[in-house]
């Protein structure tokens, strides 16, 4: 009856089944809802611009209009990044934007390759669209930084499986790691995806979250690069922490006839869904000034949440705390003594505490945790209390 896009119900882990049946509060450290993480921001005022009584109207165009796409493109400027609005494309989301480009580039069946350790909504993306997921490794030894030969080697594999390679991800900066790609490796990727006819998708949703800047990182790939066909994602849910807007967006560049064939083909997706409201767009500019306060008041709580974790393992050598680099999560990196699922199992049962294993996000080997830095200070300082009590079990 059902296509095999879509999971079997009752194919949940572990852990959310444990999750479910807790009988108690859980404090939860894997929480990245800025709507809800008690920011002091009052939201009112980017609420009200939502009322344009100009919202009344529909007047859709395909790849949003185009007030919105200037609103991006000045975005964009202000950060030092030239961005005409006519390479724009509006999406509901990033997990929109995906969706879209996978549309444009690959045929179900066809391979995207993703970065190891990454953001493991891409599996699911990946899954509704009948596409294969094959996977690229960051070296852990290397500070997780993109290799072109390691991405060459997993366009080699799906190559011998049969699989055309459509489109090669980079989550720059990396969710959970918070590394950026280099210019240098931008480029060596760039040449690989040219010379073998596929795309590069730039998940840049981080960008206004970066911390520690090394000379040479690359911010915004589309307007680095115009060897192979790059799109750059970002949107409102982080840059303005509004996720419950629902507004995205594509920066596409690349060698000029193929790059308009790119947006003639997205304009086409994009005007077969509309899927971007007419008052959100309107409110754009107004939106994206109000998120610069937001976003400096959240950098203010993940730098402060960032101390209180560093500060809580500085006394534990075997326990590594990443530097912030970007994002919003801290990496922990601990003895592989006890298997990353029941540790976090064990922090549930005995601390009441959730926090995510490094397997969720594809790290190599164990032992690794992932904490949310965005809970308010003190659900943060108590979180981290009772991690560290429950990690004191096998120390
Ligand atoms: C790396 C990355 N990309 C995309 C998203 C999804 O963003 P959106 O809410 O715009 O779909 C997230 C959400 O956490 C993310 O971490």
Redesign the pocket.
């Known amino acids: 009856m059902f296509s095999t896009r879509t999971p079997a119900p009752g194919a949940e882990n572990r852990l959310t089944r444990a999750l479910g049946a807790h009988p108690r509060t859980v404090l939860d450290l894997t929480a990245?809802n800025p709507t809800t993480a008690r920011l002091p921001v009052d939201p009112s005022p980017a609420l009200a611009l939502l009322a344009n009584p100009r919202g009344g109207v529909y007047s859709p165009e395909s790849c949003g209009l185009l007030s919105a796409r200037k609103a991006v493109a000045a975005y964009y400027e202000k950060r030092g990044v030239p961005a005409d609005p006519a390479r724009l494309v509006l999406t509901a989301?990033?997990?929109?934007?995906?969706s879209w480009l996978f549309k444009l580039l690959a045929a179900p069946g066809e391979a995207v390759l993703v970065p190891a350790p990454?953001?493991p909504?891409l599996d699911a993306l990946a899954a509704l669209e009948g596409i294969e997921l094959v996977r690229y490794r960051l070296p852990a030894e290397d500070r997780w930084a993109v290799h072109a030969s390691l991405v060459a080697d997993a366009a080699d594999r799906a190559t011998a499986s049969g699989r055309r390679v459509a489109a090669a991800i980079v989550?720059n900066p990396?969710?959970p790691t918070g590394t950026s790609i280099s210019g240098a490796e931008l480029g060596a990727l760039s040449s690989l995806a040219a010379r073998r006819g596929f795309g590069i998708v730039s998940?840049e949703?981080?960008l206004d979250y970066r911390f520690e800047g090394r000379p040479g990182d690359v911010r915004v790939a589309a307007a680095e690069t115009e060897e192979a066909l790059v799109f750059s994602?970002g949107?409102?849910?982080?840059s303005a922490a509004l996720?419950q807007l629902k507004l995205?967006w594509i920066l596409a560049s690349g060698p000029v006839p193929l790059l308009s064939a790119a947006l003639e083909r997205l304009a086409w997706i994009a005007d077969s869904f509309l899927s971007v409201g007419s008052p959100v767009q309107l409110a754009l500019p107004g939106l994206l000034a109000w998120g610069d306060g937001a976003a400096g008041a959240l950098r203010t709580r993940l730098l402060s949440n960032h101390a209180t974790l560093v500060e809580a393992f500085q006394s534990a050598p075997d326990v590594t705390v990443s530097p912030l680099s970007a994002?919003?999560s801290a990496v922990l990196r601990l003895p592989a003594v006890e298997p990353e699922e029941a540790l976090v199992l064990r922090l549930l049962e005995q601390e009441d505490l959730l926090v995510h294993p490094g397997y969720f996000f594809d790290f190599p080997r164990e032992a690794f945790l992932v904490v949310s830095l965005l809970p308010p200070e003190e659900t943060f300082r108590e979180g981290v209390t009772r991690l560290v009590r429950g990690l004191r079990a096998w120390r």
């Open positions: 990245t989301s990033t997990s929109e934007a995906y990454s953001y909504l989550v990396n969710n998940d949703v981080f994602l949107g409102l849910s982080k996720p995205g994002g919003w």
